[in-house]
């Protein structure tokens, strides 16, 4: 399978600060990748869906100006939450759609706003 | 509408049971795409299984096994002799359109393991 990570694996932040999340795969040439969303003890929400070399999908109910994703590479994908609130808090996590028609995960950053 | 859902939100057993997680799923579409991912507490998402919708046979994997059936729109998994490793919430997902497109997951299902 393919094989992904994430940076920083946890972030902590005052509020309205902007927080970047990196997303790459390292083994597998992505042109689309994926963002989810996980508060504690809940289930993961799919926020967009990048695709590389041109805009991303979002989901309905995710603000695009809030949540920016930018996929310059077939390796990487990035998350920029803008004006970090403490409700932007949560678990996100990345994925990519690797052999086999899999979809693989990365490890994932806790974010923590203040 | 697609919907995946885990109505068992946790389950506690003692090492050495026996233990199946349910998974129910709600799609119109004839082609589909089932997985199971474990989250131990570390968070990282572990791909576990992936049936497509034309392939019902049931797939075994050491202590693992799934249970998949169209007719009651079932994809059970259960675990054989269940370890204190084994502890973690395990995710039911869907997707549809191609097993690379998005995933729709169930609730998850909290599994403890005790010694």
């Known amino acids: 399978g393919a094989v992904v990570s994430q940076h920083p694996s946890w972030v902590i932040c005052k509020s309205g600060t902007s927080v970047k999340i990196e997303c790459r795969s390292l083994d597998f040439q992505a042109t689309t990748m994926f963002w989810y969303r996980q508060f504690p003890k809940q289930s993961l929400m799919l926020m967009a869906t990048?695709?590389?070399?041109?805009?991303?999908?979002?989901e309905q109910g995710v603000e695009k100006d809030k949540f920016l994703i930018n996929h310059a590479s077939l390796t990487l994908s990035t998350l920029t939450v803008t004006s970090a609130h403490p409700e932007d808090s949560s678990f996100y996590i990345c994925?990519?759609?690797?052999?086999?028609?899999?979809?693989?995960f990365g490890p994932g950053t806790r974010l923590l706003v203040l | 509408a697609q919907k995946v859902t885990q109505a068992q939100t946790e389950i506690s057993v003692v090492e050495k049971e026996d233990v199946t997680l349910d998974c129910v799923y709600e799609?119109?579409?004839?082609?589909?795409?089932l997985f199971w991912y474990k989250q131990p507490p570390s968070g990282e998402l572990v791909f576990l299984i992936r049936r497509n919708s034309f392939d019902e046979q049931n797939e075994i994997s050491g202590r693992y096994s799934w249970n998949f059936q169209k007719s009651t729109s079932s994809f059970n998994f259960t675990i054989t002799a269940s370890q204190v490793v084994d502890s973690a919430v395990y995710f039911c997902a869907l997707a549809t359109g191609g097993a690379t497109n998005k995933l729709i997951f169930g609730t998850g299902t909290l599994l403890a393991v005790q010694p």
């Open positions: 994925s990519v759609g690797g052999n086999q028609e899999t979809q693989y």
């Open positions: 990048s695709n590389e070399g041109s805009k991303a999908t979002y």
């Open positions: 799609t119109r579409d004839t082609t589909y795409y």
